[in-house]
């Protein structure tokens, strides 16, 4: 149990997987400004950047207690699940769903009421562009993700004004999940030249906008969905 009513002198967010990755670069750009950062993972971090509470997401274990408020909570954990159609097992699409969408829903759900003591509370997903843009061997992720594109704008219009709930939806990212898809140069500059930006994203690309919409100045955005991507979902060059 946590008590942050004394160290908090800016924002207070949690980020779920902040020990590598996308939420790793989140957590870094907020403790550079001064913000205060819970972490919530499996894995310790490997930076002295945050608060850390260990916890694995999918665990049937009720989430550690946090008092006081939270200005904004980020859900990073995923999956990138890429199989033939007819290869994918029932578990298969179990496993996706409850790492990507049920554990969202325990994370928000356990920390509403944090969420609910803040004057610009912001709640942030992750989707993929493979749920707009149809891909091959996506089935499974887009399952998940599209789930969580439609909670994000459910969310966002049950809890308004009060909390505004946003979902960025990337592109191959340069994370450690990515990393059987990009572990060569030639499969590195495949997935560079499939964007009309001729490179995939970077984990801070992202954190960028999750920031942006964690902050002050995202305040009359809800419910939308965010592609960052590189052009992918609507360009073809």
Same mark, same amino acid.
């Given at each position: 149990?946590?008590?942050?009513?004394?160290?908090?002198?800016? #924002?207070?967010?949690?980020?779920?997987? &902040?020990?590598?990755?996308?939420?790793? &670069?989140?957590?870094?750009?907020?403790?550079?400004?001064? /913000?205060?950062?819970?972490?919530?993972?499996?894995?310790?971090?490997?930076?002295?950047?945050?608060?850390?509470? +260990?916890?694995?997401?999918?665990?049937?274990?009720?989430? !550690?207690?946090?008092?006081? =408020?939270?200005?904004?909570?980020?859900?990073?954990?995923?999956?990138?699940?890429?199989? !033939?159609? #007819?290869? $994918?097992?029932?578990?298969?699409?179990?496993?996706?769903?409850?790492?990507?969408?049920?554990? =969202?829903?325990?994370?928000? +759900?356990?920390?509403? +009421? %944090? $969420? +609910?003591?803040?004057?610009?509370?912001?709640?942030?997903?992750?989707?993929?562009?493979?749920?707009?843009?149809?891909?091959?061997?996506?089935?499974?992720?887009?399952?998940?993700?599209?789930?969580? /594109?439609?909670?994000?704008?459910?969310? &966002?219009?049950?809890?308004?004004?009060?909390?505004?709930?946003?979902?960025?939806?990337?592109?191959?990212?340069?994370?450690?999940?990515?990393?059987?898809?990009? %572990?060569? !140069? /030639?499969?590195?500059? &495949?997935? %560079?030249?499939?964007? !009309?930006?001729?490179?995939?994203?970077?984990?801070?690309?992202?954190?960028?906008?999750? /920031?942006?919409?964690?902050?002050?100045?995202?305040?009359?955005?809800?419910?939308?969905?965010?592609?960052?991507?590189?052009?992918?979902?609507?360009?073809?060059?």
């Amino acid at each position: 149990k946590i008590d942050f009513f004394c160290l908090k002198t800016m #924002r207070t967010t949690l980020i779920i997987g &902040a020990s590598s990755g996308i939420g790793k &670069a989140l957590a870094t750009n907020l403790t550079q400004k001064g /913000e205060t950062v819970i972490s919530m993972s499996r894995n310790l971090p490997d930076s002295p950047f945050s608060s850390y509470l +260990q916890h694995d997401i999918i665990s049937d274990e009720e989430l !550690p207690k946090i008092e006081g =408020a939270i200005d904004g909570l980020v859900y990073c954990p995923g999956s990138i699940n890429l199989k !033939p159609f #007819r290869a $994918l097992k029932q578990q298969d699409f179990e496993n996706d769903f409850k790492l990507n969408v049920l554990g =969202a829903i325990k994370s928000i +759900q356990a920390y509403t +009421q %944090n $969420l +609910q003591l803040s004057k610009n509370a912001s709640i942030v997903l992750f989707s993929t562009v493979a749920v707009q843009t149809g891909m091959s061997f996506h089935s499974s992720v887009s399952i998940s993700k599209g789930a969580i /594109e439609a909670l994000t704008k459910a969310l &966002a219009a049950e809890f308004s004004p009060k909390i505004r709930v946003n979902c960025v939806a990337p592109s191959l990212t340069s994370t450690a999940m990515a990393d059987k898809l990009i %572990n060569t !140069p /030639e499969k590195l500059e &495949a997935s %560079n030249n499939r964007h !009309p930006l001729k490179r995939i994203g970077s984990p801070v690309d992202i954190a960028n906008t999750v /920031e942006f919409l964690l902050s002050e100045n995202a305040s009359w955005i809800t419910g939308q969905i965010l592609h960052v991507d590189g052009g992918m979902s609507t360009l073809k060059v």
